[in-house]
């Protein structure tokens, strides 16, 4: 006889079945979402997919789930922050991507007011991709941005230039979201970064004593590498200065500078391949001397064809920049006096054949003398430019492929060589300024006249505080106007794709000083009653802050 089941049974069998798995997933992702309960020992990041997407961890937030307050007669994700949480907030932390494709992101970290941990939430110039809560209060966070659209965030709470003082045992917890899935938890790491562009992010655990590894995820590969290092990356090691890790320019490598002593530039510069691979040293000594024997160091027990030495003057005001292991700039003080005015030399070198039986061989690109002593430099992410500045008097941008001028300013010449010794006194009555000083606002006034208009006057000018680099092509020169407590801090910004060799700024812009505002060239919007961050804030320059301000200050109102 045939036994058929009752009507029915196979679907009731079916939804039982289907049930039981969602609650075991709902289970799994609140253990998830509770936090890492692992040490460092145990503590592993979940398995990368094929494209590098993770594969683990707690569900994405997706747009529009969790629905819970209105805004707008429209329900708002409890992950997506109103413009009032952010904008005002003192308490609130933001980083805005750099270089593209980062560059159009940025996200926002609000503390918990009563709770130990955090919100967090992503955003664009769309609004909001993803978000989430956090069970700490991150002290630093880094982003990321693949060209496929994925976002790399990732969020601490480190010892390490913290506020407050905690002992060595004290838990350094990191979270690191891919395109919002948590792709890798620690209870401990040291250090952290993540390329911008997305393609791979690392961190620093601590071992058992002194130890530390490295541990690279390569999204692009969906590979994880491992490093054990010298307990000279520790940087709380006694005696020692502490490090820092970085990716290189081109992100394909993660670095750790300045060298472990206390000789300024001297000592030794580690690079480990995203890719895999064995790490390679650069190693900086003073020229005129031998290669110094480092007790304790892991080099002097590597393969001599994967270290490269670098002989500089040993100054401690002498600098490398580097690009990666194969590319670096020498920045030296060619002053006759020490510290002097100038100039500085700067060179490009390239290495080539680690590994090979040689050993790296070094090339030099070119080499160019700049008329000041350069203090503070800049490094485009994108875009072929290093920038160098003194100390508040002029600024000069070196294409890095030729070593040409690619802007000068205010003038290659000695602006003192224009300028009456009695002008200082007709100028600037009062004023606390040399007559160096004066010399060169005179001629970076003359050079920003389209800017700052036609009645403007040294005091209009500012003081110089340094360069950086708004994404590829964007340099910006902040300066400070006016005296304490009045002071007043602006942008200059020359537009390096057209800048003309002695031009001066195409436009100068406020800074917007609101706590999570960004300000400057940077700035969140709100769009339809929603926070939205649409990247690099560039108005037409008679539509900026400090043009509308020219009526009540004396200045023209257009160029």
């Keep these: ?129 993803f978000g989430g809560d956090l069970p700490f209060r991150p002290n630093h966070w880094r982003l990321g941005r693949r060209a496929d659209g994925a976002v790399v965030a990732a969020f601490a709470d480190r010892r390490r230039n913290s506020k407050v003082s905690r002992p060595p045992e004290s838990p350094e917890p990191l979270w690191v979201y891919v395109d919002g899935g948590l792709a890798y938890e620690s209870e401990k790491a040291w250090d952290f970064g993540v390329a911008r562009d997305g393609s791979s992010f690392f961190a620093v655990e601590p071992l058992a004593g002194e130890a530390s590894r490295l541990v690279i995820h390569n999204l692009n590969l969906g590979v994880e590498t491992h490093h054990d290092l010298d307990r000279e990356f520790n940087p709380f090691t006694e005696g020692e200065s502490p490090y820092g890790a970085f990716y290189s320019q ?117 080499r160019r003398l700049v008329p000041m002593r350069a203090s503070t430099f800049a490094r485009a992410p994108d875009g072929p430019w290093l920038a160098l500045a003194d100390g508040g008097r002029r600024v000069f941008a070196l294409d890095t492929s030729t070593g040409e001028y690619a802007l000068v300013f205010p003038s290659l010449e000695d602006p003192r060589l224009r300028v009456p010794e009695d002008e200082r006194r007709r100028q600037v009555p009062g004023m606390d300024m040399n007559y160096a000083q004066l010399a060169s606002k005179l001629a970076q006034l003359e050079r920003s006249r389209g800017v700052l208009g036609l009645r403007a006057t040294v005091e209009d000018v500012g003081t110089l505080s340094g360069v950086w680099f708004e994404d590829s092509n964007r340099l910006v020169v902040p300066r ?24 001066g700024p195409a436009f100068r812009i406020e800074k917007d000083d609101i706590a999570c505002g960004l300000g400057g060239l940077r700035g969140f919007d709100v769009r339809d009653g929603r926070l939205v961050y649409p990247g690099p804030r560039v108005a037409p320059a008679d539509d900026h802050a400090w043009m509308a301000a020219s009526q009540t200050t004396g200045r023209d109102e257009t160029p």
């Design 1 to 129: 006889m045939k036994l058929e089941p009752p009507a029915g049974a196979g679907r009731r069998w079916l939804l039982a079945v289907l049930a039981c798995l969602a609650l075991a997933v709902a289970v799994l992702v609140r253990l998830l979402a509770a936090g890492p309960s692992g040490g460092p020992e145990t503590a592993a990041a979940p398995g990368l997919g094929g494209a590098g997407i993770p594969s683990g961890g707690p569900e994405p937030r997706a747009a529009g789930a969790g629905e819970t307050a209105a805004d707008g007669g429209r329900a708002r994700p409890d992950w997506e922050f109103a413009p009032e949480e952010v904008l005002a907030n003192p308490d609130c932390g933001v980083e805005a991507g750099w270089g593209m494709p980062a560059g159009d992101v940025a996200l926002v970290v609000v503390p918990d007011i009563e709770s130990p941990g955090a919100r967090f939430a992503v955003l664009d110039g769309d609004g909001t991709l």
């Design 250 to 366: 081109s992100a394909e490598e993660v670095m750790f500078w300045p060298p472990q002593q206390r000789d300024g530039v001297l000592g030794d510069y580690w690079f480990y391949p995203v890719g895999g691979g064995a790490p390679r040293v650069v190693r900086a000594v003073p020229r005129g001397t031998g290669v110094p024997h480092r007790q304790g160091g892991a080099a002097t027990a590597m393969d001599p064809r994967m270290v490269r030495i670098e002989r500089i003057a040993g100054r401690t005001d002498d600098r490398l920049i580097f690009d990666s292991s194969e590319t670096v700039y020498h920045i030296a003080d060619r002053s006759e006096s020490f510290p002097g005015d100038g100039p500085s030399e700067v060179a490009k070198y390239v290495y080539s054949g680690y590994g090979g039986a040689d050993g790296p061989q070094r090339t030099e690109v070119w």
């Design 480 to 503: 400070y106007l006016g005296r304490r407590p009045n002071l007043r801090k602006v942008h200059d910004v020359f537009e390096m794709d057209t800048v003309e060799l002695d031009e």
